[in-house]
């Protein structure tokens, strides 16, 4: 095993935590600011990468097609808070759960009415195309980098967006104090839009990024909302910190898991066995961890309130 | 009789009637979906347990009934090729061993699983019940030698003894003897100490603990007898399509059980049968005008979450009452 | 002396920079009644629930019954013997006031893991718990759902279930609140008569019912315990008039 290797899968690795990161964060904003657990995240991944590739396709532009994913996710987000969403503040889990379990139908079925059963495939941007050379040898796609810097980019803004500016200092109170907030005089209906259609374009975002590295088709946003449900459950509920910290190891985590495990037990036994456990163990693994960082601490590394 | 005794009562037979007629016209079809719906009501009263008295939301109850289904699957492809399961142990075809073997694998894996989500509550509770069947649903998916993806064929139906249970009709009697039995044992739970106890957890889980009594492990048993039905539903669908599959251990097999509760009406004795019958047919009815009926399907449990919020049994009997 | 049923020994408990309980000793002694009073915000109701093992204090030793209580959750504490009521009340709504009262029939009983027979039916259970409705007045009200019992008539509930527990000794924070001068007038005598069962720590605002029941009064200000006394002592000591009657010295 090479180090180049290594050093390719740990980027991978971190390349899928940065796009799980853009999903967790909008998550664990929605819920820590309206307490609302929203399934239909992937739905908002999945019209990210429609948008971004069925604009892309018509004007010849990924980057036309990338502020359009933006566009799309963040108005569908915009329009589902005001119709359903709002509606669902102060009921229970359950009729969350239930009512965007429903969004997700609709937003699925919907879209292959409009697009139909057919994936379809996003073109990697001419400037962001070809590679870069690695330590000890290897070579690494200059896209997936270039996803990572748009993720460090994202952690950045949403920090100083949350601690320095007046839209985050309002998020903050309502994070602690709902009617406080409302007491003071902001907006809090509006306040709660603009915080699910930022969390949607998040997740458009991360859609239309991805959309470029495998097909754009329907179903593809309920592996990464799963992926992120596991982040946020790992980072604490609530916490953009611990959605980075979460989405980062569960990232690397997985990819190691995958590229590792069939390795390491395959110095224990024949290489095909070791080839078929390592990769169903992997495919487990991240659930694992998952399962062993509750036993210890059941609301998560970095829990709102402890 | 209260009103609801009387729903309930109507239900039970509805169910009955529609595949006796449909066999007596020569209409299998309509059997072969009165079971899917017996089948469908009994995972649902297995979750009911956990969901609608101990309020337990689990979001990965397809982990029991795919489990369930698995155990019909690999038992009756060992009996089947011949080949002993492991240690010599041969697989069966007999249907009350695979049952046994998916109630207590279910309950088993029920228990660590209960035992770490229970340490949480709210939203925490219902991602890591999420997780832990995706967990279950991955390992099924990458694991080849039950089919990986593409699933396990059963070749011959399992056996019952003294039935036949090739012959639709016999089959939906079967899973509808075992959905009545379910439901009573529901009851039982309900009224009696345990049933209160649990009921109490979801109420005001303090008050329980001052009075002396650990929530934990009444919700522990609780969630694993749940896993136990919900995975004897499991054992029961397989055989209905002669195929199990990852796709029974898939997330979306877990929203839809929720949603049946839902739809008949939450922590009611025949709530699940209810939803059934009315997912089912929904299923049916828009299937046969539009490919796109789960487009529909989410406008109408849309529509039921935010509007009508007892389901059908709210509709047809009121509010739920306790003694 | 007497071995105290209940012995508190330099309790500490913090909320952020907050002193809840702030070294707090204290003793409930067999048959006594032991009124705990102090401002709002005083930290009686925090004591209570680190009695009870819903808070875990920061140091300090409760113990009961000469059992150390450290380690020991709510339920395990209930099953030795701590009843205790609440001061916002906490039911399950949704089961009538029998039910209620008959869940904590079962927990004395140890018989929760008893899945078949019906409850309703069961003489067993319904008979002990219509007797503590009856002794704390509330038979007439037994087949109301918790909910729509009124604020009294919730807390004569909490009462009930207590009983029903067999407690060997009683934390009642403040049961008076919401009960009118006539309901006050009557849980005041049936408290009275309950010392001789269990000995009561009882937290109350209503200081005609402290003074005619306290056999000793403990006073609580910002978390610490400024007086413990007889009702006469505490009604003359200059720190307590000064602390909290808000008299100048
Ligand atoms: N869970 C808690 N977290 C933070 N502060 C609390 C909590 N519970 C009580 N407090 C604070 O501790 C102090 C004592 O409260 P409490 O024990 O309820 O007083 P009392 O019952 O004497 O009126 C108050 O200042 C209250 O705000
Ligand atoms: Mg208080």
Known sequence: MSIALLIEQLLNGLQLGVMLFLMAAGLTLIFGVMGLINLAHGSLYMIGAFACAAVAAATG??????????????????????????????????????????????????????????????????????????????????????IIGVGVVVALGLYLLISRTRLGMRIRAGESDREMIAALGVDIRTLYTVVFALGAALAGLAGALVGALQSVQVGMGEPALILAFVVIVIGGIGSIKGALFGAILVGVVDTMGRFLLPKALALMMPAAQAGLIGAALASMLIYIVMALILAFRPSGLFAAQS | ????????????????????????????????????????????????????????????????FGLGGYAAGILATHAFDGVPLFAGIP?????????????????????????????????????????????????????????????????VRNEFPGVNTTQPLSYFLICYAVLMAALGL????????????????????TR?????????????????????????????????????????????????????????????????????????????????????????????????????????????????RHG | MVEPVLEIRDLRKTFGALKATDSVSLDLR?????????????????????????????????????????????????????????????????????????????ARQGTSFRFFRPVMSDKSLTEPAMAMLERVGLAGRAYVAAAELSHGERRQLEIAIALALGSRAFLFDEPMAGMGPEGSKAL?????????????????????????????????????????????????????????LGEAA
Not at chain 1, 104 to 131: C, H, K, M, V
Not at chain 3, 71 to 80: F, I
Not at chain 3, 87 to 106: K, P, Y
Not at chain 3, 211 to 225: E, Q, T
Request: proline share 4%; glycine share 12%; hydrophobic share 55%.
């Open chain 2, 91 to 155: 697989g069966t075809a007999s249907m009350p061993i695979i049952w046994l073997v998916a109630v207590v694998v279910c309950g088993l894996i029920a228990l660590p699983i209960g035992a770490i989500s229970l340490r949480t509550t709210g939203v925490y509770f219902i991602m890591i019940t999420l997780a832990f069947a995706q967990m279950i649903y991955y390992f099924a998916v990458s694991w080849p030698a039950y089919g990986g993806e593409d699933g396990l064929s059963i070749y």
């Open chain 2, 186 to 205: 529901f009851w039982l739970l309900r009224g009696s100490r345990f049933g209160a106890a649990l009921q109490a957890a979801r109420q005001n889980a």
């Open chain 1, 61 to 146: 532009s990924f980057w036309i097609g990338l502020a359009a994913s933006l566009v799309a996710a963040a108005a569908a987000g915009a329009i589902i808070e005001v119709t359903v969403i709002r509606r669902l503040y102060d009921r229970d889990h359950l009729d969350q759960v239930l009512a965007t379990f429903a969004l997700i139908l609709i937003f699925s079925e919907g879209t292959r009415w409009l697009f139909g059963s057919f994936p379809l495939y996003l073109d990697i941007p001419s400037l962001l195309q070809g590679a870069v050379p690695l330590p000890g040898g290897g070579q690494y796609q200059l896209y997936r980098l270039a």
């Open chain 2, 1 to 64: 009789m209260s009103r609801e005794t009387i729903v309930n009562i109507l239900l039970a037979l509805l169910l009955l009637a529609v595949p006796l007629g449909a066999s007596a016209m020569g209409e299998p079809f309509y059997i072969t979906l009165a079971t899917r719906i017996a089948i469908l009501a009994l995972a649902a009263v297995g979750l009911n347990i956990a969901l609608g008295l101990g309020g337990l939301v689990s979001f990965g109850h397809a982990a029991f």
């Open chain 3, 188 to 244: 005041t005598k049936f408290l009275d008569g309950l010392r001789h069962e269990a000995p009561i720590l009882l937290v109350e605002h209503d200081m005609d019912a402290v003074f005619a029941l306290a056999d000793r009064i403990s006073v609580l200000v910002y978390g610490r315990v400024i007086a413990t006394g007889t009702v006469d002592q505490i009604r003359n000591d200059p720190e307590v008039r000064r602390a909290y």
């Open chain 2, 208 to 320: 329980l603990a001052a009075v002396g009594i650990t929530p934990f492990n009444v919700r522990l048993i609780a969630f694993a007898v749940s896993a136990m039905v919900t995975g004897l539903a499991g054992a029961l669908f397989a055989d209905l399509n002669k195929f199990v599959s990852p796709s029974m251990l898939s997330w979306h097999m877990s929203g839809e059980l929720i949603v049946l509760i839902i739809l008949g009406g939450k922590g009611r004795l025949f709530g699940p049968v209810a939803g059934a019958m009315l997912y089912v047919l929904i299923e049916y009815a828009l299937g046969g005008i539009t490919e796109r009926w789960q487009f529909f399907l989410g406008l109408i449990l849309l529509g039921v979450v935010l509007f009508a919020r007892g389901g059908l049994l709210g509709l047809l009997a009121g509010k739920v």
């Open chain 3, 30 to 106: 067999p048959g006594e009644i032991h009124a705990l009073i102090g401002p709002n915000g005083a930290g009686k109701s925090t004591l209570i629930h680190q009695i009870s093992g819903s808070f875990r204090p920061d140091s300090g030793t409760i113990r009961f019954l000469g059992q150390d209580m450290a380690g020991l959750d709510m339920a395990a504490r209930a099953r030795l013997g701590l009843g205790r009521s609440f001061q916002i009340s906490s039911l399950a709504q949704e089961f009538s006031a029998l039910r209620n009262v008959m869940l904590a029939v079962q």
